[in-house]
């Protein structure tokens, strides 16, 4: 497929290509590997910001969709999901209006890991679902597991407007692991800490129906003790998720198409794609530079300014100035962002258009 996107020549380099072909199959897949689970599919709207991807989900069986951000939970709605879960603290007070306003499309439900955030929302007098984020390993947001968590949420305004509705944990340390053992390690942490914070609350009388789980280094070895499963980079999957051990290169449904401007040595070449059109990300010591280039294995990019990219070969690459080759980022969530829209192809040519409706200005 991407050998119809490098020779799209009528369009200006850097772009950002979408396999149509391979998201359908990506969603299917996910759909019924979490059906498997005996859980439902929660997609996490950030990874791609795009109604047409959005529909998608929600007709491969999708009921409430993940976001970050209001206006990713408008895209939301906009899409036909029936509810969002707002996987943010809503902090400040205009992130907690703005939710509010939000109430008046659909079900809304937050998640908070402090008293001051269920306060947050029950000062703007609308009904939300509360979610409570327990800290699994990522040491990003949420409470430690077990009694302190069951304290913490003691000590939170919850009733009848903001019922607790369940757990949920981000074990976004799983990005750290190096071998499939250390996944394993990750999953049995994230699993526990679910666990022992349920044990803790149903201690002191209090129910959490839901427990809820999400990051895509995970969704192939799952445990099924999650209810919900909120995945958002499998939609495109990178070469992140390639590098730990979860997808093959064929399953990577986004590329960023480059031309090669420069080629300095039989060894190298400069294209360009910086870091204003590839993410300067490396969420695992697995991968190699900042991006692996398709079909040409022992090419990457190694080295990112600002609009040049500069790549190397484990062996003599035959590149030459004005060639089209498309990368696979590192990040494809990050690597959405920095465009505004998605050129579309099939296995063999353009299709359409899709805007990136939800990107962060």
Known sequence: MWTAACADQ???????????????????????????????????????KCLEIARMQAAAGARTATVATVTEAHLAFDAGFE?????????PDWRARALRELTERG??????????????????????DVYWEVDSGAARLGTPPGEAT???????????????????????????????????????EQDRALRESAAALAAHGVGAPVRSVGVTPLARLESGEA?????????FYDATQVALGGPGVDECALAVVTTVVDVPAPDRFVVD???????????????????????????????LYEEHGLGTASAPHGLRPG??????????????????????????????????HARRQ
């Not at 069951?150 to 757990?167: E, H, Y």
């Not at 494809?332 to 998605?342: E, G, P």
Request: charged fraction near 20%.
């Open 83 to 91: 509810s969002v879960l707002v996987a943010y603290p809503p902090v």
């Open 273 to 303: 794609a910086g870091s204003k059109s590839l993410p300067a990300e490396r969420m695992t010591s697995l991968t190699e530079g900042f991006g692996s280039v398709a079909g040409r294995p022992g090419l990457v990019l190694a080295k």
């Open 10 to 48: 009528g369009r200006p380099t850097p772009f950002l290509a979408v396999d149509h072909t391979r998201i359908e199959r990506n969603i299917r897949d996910m759909a019924d590997r979490v059906a498997g689970y005996g859980g439902r599919s929660t997609p996490h709207l950030k990874t791609h």
């Open 227 to 235: 209810d919900e499963y909120r995945y958002g980079n499998y939609v």
């Open 107 to 128: 079900s809304v439900g937050v998640v908070c890991c402090r008293a001051e955030h269920v306060r947050s929302l029950e000062r703007t007098g609308a009904s939300f």
């Open 150 to 188: 069951a304290a913490a949420i003691a000590s939170a305004p919850f009733g009848d407007r903001l019922p607790l509705r369940g757990l949920m944990t981000f074990a976004g340390h799983a990005y750290g692991a190096h071998d499939a053992a250390s996944l394993a390690a990750v999953l049995d």
């Open 323 to 356: 060639e089209r080759i498309a990368v696979i980022p590192n990040h494809a969530c990050t690597a959405v962002n920095l465009y505004h829209q998605y050129a579309v192809y099939d296995d063999s040519s353009f299709v359409e258009t899709w805007p990136v």
